[in-house]
C-alpha cells in the first residue's frame, strides 16, 4: 500500500487556475497508474483524469478535458493535476488515486485500492 497526501485546493474565482499536487509514499511509485476523482455534495465521486506509470497515457473526463492537464514526476513521487478556467460546476473534493497496476490505466474508482484524504476546490461564480 501507497500513503497519499493531496494539497492545492483553495477557494477561487471562475476562470482562474489552481494545480494540486499529490505527494506518495510506501512503494515505488512507478508501479501505480495514479488518478484523480471528486465528490460534489450531494454527488456520488466521479473520475476526472487517470495517468500510466510513465506519463505517456492520460485519459480525462469530457466535462474536464481541454482544461486540465495530469502529469507525473516519478523522482519526486508526486502527481499533479493542473486546472485552467475553472468553473462553479468544478466545486468538490479532489482526491488523488493510486491503481496497484502499471500496464493498465482504469477509470473505475473501484480499481484504485490506495486513497488520499482529498482537498477542497471551491470555484465562485
Known amino acids: 500500500q501507497v500513503q497519499l497526501v493531496e494539497s492545492g485546493g483553495g477557494l477561487v474565482q471562475a476562470g482562474d487556475s489552481l494545480r494540486l499536487s499529490c505527494a506518495v509514499s510506501?512503494?515505488?511509485?512507478?508501479?501505480?497508474?495514479m488518478g484523480w476523482f471528486r465528490q460534489a455534495p450531494g454527488k456520488e465521486r466521479e473520475f476526472v483524469t487517470a495517468i500510466s506509470w510513465s506519463g505517456g497515457r492520460t485519459y480525462y473526463s469530457d466535462s474536464v478535458k481541454g482544461r486540465f492537464t495530469i502529469s507525473r514526476d516519478n523522482a519526486r513521487n508526486t502527481v499533479y493535476l493542473q486546472m485552467n478556467s475553472l468553473t462553479p460546476e468544478d466545486t468538490a473534493v479532489y482526491y488523488c488515486?493510486?491503481?496497484?497496476?502499471?500496464?493498465?490505466?482504469?477509470?473505475?474508482?473501484?480499481?484504485?485500492?490506495?486513497w488520499g484524504q482529498g482537498t477542497q476546490v471551491t470555484v465562485s461564480s
Open positions: 488515486a493510486a491503481h496497484r497496476n502499471k500496464l493498465v490505466v482504469t477509470t473505475i474508482p473501484g480499481d484504485f485500492g490506495s
Open positions: 510506501g512503494r515505488t511509485f512507478s508501479l501505480y497508474t
